[in-house]
């Protein structure tokens, strides 16, 4: 895998911020990070030996090290000479919902290039999986090109995660389609369908990413996913059912043990059961990560 590793900042608060005052709040400094949660979370699955490939800066690169070790990944980290270790500020209302509002400064994360990327990364691969973040830099957009190609030319197939909405809405969808061509998986979530396609239904957004891109996943959250291929949603899993603490991680959860299922066998459809049980698992944890035994 490669992506973005960052410190999240996540602070739990009930009710709406006051603004010009205090709110407040539970705050905790955690590891995190699109990429590197994905990654915790397929390694956690027992399913499969993963790598991860990130940018982070100095200031925070052996604690970084340290927590993907102790999470069963085996990290390749390159340690940026001139910017700091991306942060992420984690709103999370701590009330029925727990959604979250990020307010992200990617740093290293998004310095990723070319030059960082090696064949010899493919050696013994089953799949490639590449954080969308990638895709908002113009060096990590480098990075990805070299990549896919070189995935390519050796017949792994690569899968994406389009990563934030937010994002996207600056990139626009076709300059993002036109990045991800040759993908064999994508895997967004609602609002990253919808806004990639144009389409208000999420699974006529599945479908429609579908005749662009062989095997779509599109995350729903509480309702599930959608499975769609050829122009067609093929399958509708359904969500566990839980009282979440934190949906921070919920999506990367899903797309770990999605991606773990897909390496070791499964058919899409029960990979995507599987990514549905560890979204639901993720949600009852503060954090975007697994819990690390001991």
Do not use: Q
């Given at each position: 895998?490669?992506g973005?590793?960052?410190?999240?900042?996540?602070?739990?608060?009930h009710?709406?911020?006051?603004?010009?005052?205090?709110t407040?709040?539970?705050?905790?400094?955690l590891p995190g990070?699109?990429?590197a949660?994905?990654?915790?979370?397929?390694a956690?699955?027992?399913?499969?030996d993963?790598?991860?490939?990130g940018?982070?800066?100095?200031?925070?690169?052996?604690?970084?090290?340290?927590e993907?070790?102790?999470?069963?990944?085996?990290?390749?980290?390159?340690?940026?000479?001139?910017?700091?270790t991306?942060?992420?500020?984690?709103?999370?209302?701590?009330g029925?919902?727990?959604?979250?509002?990020f307010?992200?400064d990617?740093?290293?994360?998004?310095?990723l290039?070319?030059?960082?990327w090696?064949?010899?990364?493919?050696?013994?691969?089953?799949?490639?999986?590449?954080?969308?973040?990638l895709?908002?830099?113009?060096?990590?957009?480098?990075f990805?090109?070299?990549?896919?190609?070189?995935?390519?030319?050796?017949g792994?197939?690569?899968?994406?995660?389009?990563?934030?909405?937010?994002?996207?809405?600056?990139?626009?969808?076709?300059?993002?389609l036109?990045?991800?061509?040759?993908?064999?998986?994508?895997?967004?979530?609602?609002d990253?369908a919808?806004?990639?396609t144009?389409?208000?239904?999420?699974?006529?957004?599945?479908?429609?990413?579908?005749?662009?891109?062989?095997?779509?996943?599109?995350?729903?959250?509480?309702?599930?996913?959608l499975?769609?291929?050829?122009g067609a949603?093929?399958a509708?899993?359904?969500?566990?059912p839980v009282?979440p603490?934190?949906?921070?991680g919920?999506?990367?959860?899903f797309?770990?043990a999605?991606l773990?299922?897909?390496v070791a066998g499964?058919?899409?459809?029960?990979?995507?059961?599987?990514?549905?049980r560890a979204?639901?698992?993720?949600?009852?944890?503060?954090?975007?990560?697994?819990?690390?035994?001991?």
């Amino acid at each position: 895998m490669a992506g973005d590793v960052v410190t999240d900042v996540v602070a739990r608060h009930h009710g709406p911020l006051a603004a010009g005052t205090d709110t407040a709040a539970v705050i905790r400094t955690l590891p995190g990070g699109a990429g590197a949660n994905v990654a915790c979370w397929a390694a956690h699955t027992g399913c499969a030996d993963v790598r991860l490939l990130g940018r982070v800066g100095a200031d925070a690169a052996a604690w970084h090290e340290r927590e993907l070790v102790a999470a069963g990944v085996r990290p390749r980290l390159v340690v940026d000479p001139r910017a700091a270790t991306g942060t992420v500020i984690c709103l999370v209302d701590a009330g029925a919902s727990a959604e979250r509002t990020f307010l992200t400064d990617s740093g290293a994360s998004l310095r990723l290039e070319a030059a960082d990327w090696s064949d010899t990364l493919l050696d013994g691969v089953a799949r490639l999986h590449l954080s969308g973040y990638l895709l908002f830099s113009g060096s990590s957009r480098a990075f990805v090109a070299a990549a896919l190609g070189a995935a390519r030319a050796r017949g792994v197939p690569v899968s994406l995660d389009p990563a934030s909405a937010g994002f996207l809405r600056e990139l626009e969808a076709d300059r993002f389609l036109e990045l991800a061509a040759g993908l064999d998986v994508l895997l967004p979530s609602r609002d990253e369908a919808c806004l990639l396609t144009g389409r208000s239904d999420p699974a006529d957004a599945a479908a429609e990413l579908s005749r662009h891109i062989p095997l779509v996943v599109a995350k729903l959250g509480a309702e599930g996913a959608l499975v769609a291929r050829s122009g067609a949603v093929l399958a509708r899993v359904p969500a566990e059912p839980v009282t979440p603490r934190d949906t921070t991680g919920a999506g990367d959860a899903f797309t770990g043990a999605f991606l773990a299922s897909l390496v070791a066998g499964a058919e899409p459809e029960v990979a995507a059961a599987a990514g549905c049980r560890a979204g639901a698992r993720a949600v009852r944890e503060v954090g975007g990560r697994p819990p690390v035994p001991g």
